[in-house]
């Protein structure tokens, strides 16, 4: 299990921004933001779970595996650069 100070690195290695701490619902907690602005979350400092707005919680383990798959190309990039089936 990775320490928060574990977390906070590889998030920011990963295009986030991890902010100051804040209690919820008596849960210590942190802002985090991806650099782009598009997401962003509460992060449980316990435990690491993602605490999204109007979506499901997401375990830690969870979220690193979703943002480290790589990415799937869009149908317009397979037809403009090709499929490797052909």
């Known amino acids: 299990m990775q320490t928060d100070l574990q977390r906070c690195n590889w998030l920011r290695e990963h295009g986030w921004k991890v902010e100051g701490e804040a209690v919820i619902d008596r849960q210590q907690v942190r802002w985090i933001e991806h650099d782009t602005g598009s997401r962003s979350a509460w992060l449980r400092i316990v435990d690491g779970v993602i605490l999204w707005h109007g979506a499901e919680d997401q375990e830690w383990t ?25």
């Open 62 to 86: 969870d979220f690193v595996a979703e943002q480290t798959k790589p990415a799937k190309l869009s149908p317009k990039l397979r037809t403009l650069f090709g499929d490797d089936d052909d």
